[in-house]
């Protein structure tokens, strides 16, 4: 999954960052909300973790901005603790739920996961598909039980086949969900993850629909 952090303390920006990457996302960082807005608007994030209080434009208004401009990706808002009034706004604007600082990082990494699971009204935190199960709140993957070794992008691919269940997803769609903003895209590259995942997890997994891209059938 992609997801975008609006944050302007950089040590807390790049403490978010770290820890999302290694949980396995595509990470980008807007330092404040003019370009923050500019990317939330533009590209296609899985989630948004946004700051409410931002240089340039405050959260709130960013977050109005793209709700009016119909960009429906959850938001996950960091607020300021015992302002109720911050939650109230944010949750107004159009937040999905709210973190208030000082947090815990692990308390983050399950929000975003519920919110992009709840995104794509996936019940439970392990999606189950034959003989392979992804948890994602480990990032673990099994295939008859025994652990299976995947790299980061791997399981980001994976992870992104499995919360769009039942629809033909395109290269180029996989491409912008497992790459950052910096990081060059090359969607052949896609077409190597998905050969490994069917070497490591089986052929029958991923179907490849001939033209259109790739998809995982629901059980
Ligand atoms: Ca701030």
Redesign the pocket.
């Known amino acids: 999954m992609r997801l975008l952090i609006v944050?302007?303390?950089a040590l807390l920006a790049e403490q978010l960052s770290a820890a999302l990457t290694a949980a396995g996302h595509a990470v980008d960082v807007a330092p404040d909300g003019e370009e923050g807005c500019f990317l939330g608007e533009t590209e296609p994030y899985d989630a948004i973790i946004l700051?409410?209080?931002?240089p340039k434009m405050d959260g709130a208004a960013v977050l109005r901005k793209w709700r009016a401009e119909n960009v429906t990706t959850p938001v996950l808002i960091l607020t300021a603790r015992d302002s109720w009034r911050d939650k109230v706004d944010g949750l107004d604007a159009g937040a999905d739920d709210y973190v208030t600082k000082p947090f815990v990082m692990d308390e983050i990494l399950a929000r975003v996961r519920a919110l992009t699971r709840r995104a794509v009204g996936a019940a439970s935190p392990v999606f189950k598909r034959g003989l392979v199960e992804f948890d994602t709140r480990s990032g673990s993957v099994t295939h008859s039980g025994r652990p299976v070794t995947l790299t980061a992008q791997e399981t980001n691919v994976l992870s992104y086949l499995l919360h769009n269940a039942d629809r033909v997803v395109s290269r180029t769609e996989l491409s912008e969900h497992v790459y950052g903003y910096d990081e060059e895209r090359d969607s052949n590259t896609i077409e190597v993850f998905i050969g490994r995942l069917r070497r490591k997890l089986g052929a029958e997994l991923i179907q490849t629909v001939r033209g259109r891209g790739y998809r995982v059938v629901e059980e």
């Open positions: 944050e302007d303390e700051d409410l209080g931002l």
